[in-house]
């Protein structure tokens, strides 16, 4: 059975039980006793459904209806659009990132990974976090020595990537700094494993200690990354020539990674800010790692929605954003007049705007912006 066909049967078939059992509950009692045992779980002997409820279900499965038209219509969307503009995913992962490149006619091109010293970086750095985490959170039950089976298992995969550390590809002055923190980290368990025990004190001088040394992996880090991507996204813009006008980009981020978010930030450096918001988007994702599936149909739904807005309301970009938001605006003001309270609502602004989508105005805000900003 074509996709088509099985949409319509479902719509149909959930319209049908809605009915059928709306209209049959009333009459229930009469037969129900006569049925089977085996029908009694799905006939039950509930209370008859009133005519408001049944009502009531007959409208919310239009709802229900539509998703199965909706599903259908954005495979549709998927496949026109594709077919007319080249789209690059830039995903969050683990390995610094993943880029992935449609064009229309052509397999997808996924970009070679950033360079393995990043991932060593964040491990080694990690490695420390993981350390106070470890210790910080037994401060309560230092006594019952619960940490100590973590710390000793810790401290022996601390000391196996030390051991392997001289075999990294790494230049001499990066290799040092992680010995450095290695070390550091196996001194501090070390210490805790002797004295069978420790203060919240010994956990503070540890990490002011690495702090330095964090830093510059930090760094380096994220120079390898954006270095890495910057030469990406140049190659695929002069491969794509003309066409390069009419590409779409997309990244993912969790609220603590969307401030300064890397691959978006990358991307915007050649996309230009005339196309953030309308061909280059950062859309929060439920988890740090989604899939590229997951990601092209974010993009599809926000661009075919676009047509929606138009078609029915004369502006294309109106169903980017929360469509009851400025009614809803108007109905918190009426609240906040009844309940004697100000209004706390951001300024009034156009569906369509070029803005980054995360903080841009410093009077906003008080405090660092950077680690280099934070005073000793």
Same mark, same amino acid.
């Given at each position: 059975?074509?996709?088509?066909?099985?949409?319509?049967?479902?719509?149909?078939?959930?319209?049908?039980?809605?009915?059928?059992?709306?209209?049959?509950?009333?009459?229930?009692?009469?037969?129900?006793?006569?049925?089977?045992?085996?029908?009694?779980?799905?006939?039950?002997?509930?209370?008859?459904?009133?005519?408001?409820?049944?009502?009531? @279900?007959?409208?919310?499965?239009?709802?229900?209806?539509?998703?199965?038209?909706?599903?259908?219509?954005?495979?549709?969307?998927?496949?026109?659009?594709?077919? @007319?503009?080249?789209?690059?995913?830039?995903?969050?992962?683990?390995?610094?990132?993943?880029?992935?490149?449609?064009?229309?006619?052509?397999?997808?091109?996924?970009?070679? @990974?950033?360079?393995?010293?990043?991932?060593?970086?964040?491990?080694?750095?990690?490695?420390?976090?993981?350390?106070?985490?470890?210790?910080?959170?037994?401060?309560?039950?230092?006594?019952?020595?619960? /940490?100590?089976?973590?710390?000793?298992?810790?401290?022996?995969?601390?000391?196996?990537?030390?051991?392997?550390?001289?075999?990294?590809?790494?230049?001499?002055?990066?290799?040092?700094?992680?010995?450095?923190?290695?070390?550091?980290?196996?001194?501090?368990?070390?210490?805790?494993?002797?004295?069978?025990?420790?203060?919240?004190?010994?956990?503070?001088?540890?990490?002011? @200690?690495?702090?330095?040394?964090?830093?510059?992996?930090?760094?380096?880090?994220?120079?390898?990354?954006?270095?890495? /991507?910057?030469?990406?996204?140049?190659?695929?813009?002069?491969?794509?020539?003309?066409?390069?006008?009419?590409?779409?980009?997309?990244?993912?981020?969790?609220?603590?990674?969307?401030?300064?978010?890397?691959?978006?930030?990358?991307?915007?450096?050649?996309?230009?800010?005339?196309?953030?918001?309308?061909?280059?988007?950062?859309?929060?994702?439920?988890?740090?790692?989604?899939?590229?599936?997951?990601?092209?149909?974010?993009?599809?739904?926000?661009?075919?929605?676009?047509?929606?807005?138009?078609?029915?309301?004369?502006?294309?970009?109106?169903?980017?954003?929360?469509?009851?938001?400025?009614?809803?605006?108007?109905?918190?003001?009426?609240?906040?007049?009844?309940?004697?309270?100000?209004?706390?609502?951001?300024?009034?602004?156009?569906?369509?705007?070029?803005?980054?989508?995360?903080?841009?105005?410093?009077?906003?805000?008080?405090?660092?912006?950077?680690?280099?900003?934070?005073?000793?």
């Amino acid at each position: 059975m074509r996709k088509t066909h099985s949409c319509r049967f479902r719509v149909a078939l959930a319209f049908t039980l809605t009915l059928t059992l709306g209209l049959g509950l009333a009459s229930r009692r009469s037969f129900a006793d006569d049925l089977p045992d085996y029908m009694k779980i799905i006939v039950g002997h509930g209370a008859p459904a009133t005519k408001a409820q049944v009502g009531d @279900e007959n409208l919310l499965a239009l709802d229900i209806a539509m998703f199965g038209i909706y599903d259908d219509a954005k495979a549709k969307a998927q496949k026109n659009f594709l077919a @007319e503009h080249p789209a690059i995913l830039a995903l969050f992962s683990n390995q610094g990132g993943k880029l992935i490149l449609y064009r229309p006619g052509k397999e997808p091109l996924q970009a070679p @990974e950033v360079p393995i010293r990043y991932q060593i970086y964040k491990s080694v750095g990690h490695s420390s976090l993981a350390v106070f985490v470890l210790a910080a959170s037994h401060l309560a039950t230092i006594a019952d020595l619960s /940490w100590k089976g973590p710390m000793l298992g810790f401290r022996a995969a601390s000391q196996a990537a030390l051991d392997s550390l001289d075999a990294a590809d790494l230049s001499a002055e990066s290799r040092e700094n992680q010995r450095t923190i290695l070390t550091a980290n196996i001194k501090f368990m070390d210490a805790c494993l002797t004295k069978g025990t420790y203060t919240f004190a010994d956990i503070q001088r540890y990490a002011q @200690e690495l702090k330095p040394y964090l830093k510059k992996n930090i760094a380096w880090a994220a120079a390898t990354q954006v270095e890495h /991507w910057m030469q990406v996204v140049k190659n695929w813009k002069e491969m794509l020539g003309p066409d390069w006008d009419k590409t779409y980009a997309l990244s993912n981020s969790l609220y603590v990674t969307r401030q300064n978010n890397v691959l978006f930030s990358v991307l915007a450096q050649f996309f230009g800010k005339e196309a953030i918001n309308t061909r280059l988007f950062l859309f929060e994702t439920p988890s740090f790692v989604t899939t590229a599936d997951q990601m092209l149909e974010l993009l599809i739904r926000t661009v075919a929605d676009r047509s929606v807005g138009q078609a029915f309301f004369g502006n294309y970009y109106l169903m980017d954003y929360e469509l009851m938001g400025g009614d809803a605006r108007k109905a918190v003001e009426a609240e906040d007049k009844k309940y004697g309270i100000p209004v706390f609502l951001p300024p009034l602004a156009p569906f369509h705007s070029n803005e980054w989508p995360f903080r841009i105005d410093p009077a906003q805000g008080e405090g660092p912006a950077t680690l280099d900003q934070i005073k000793e």
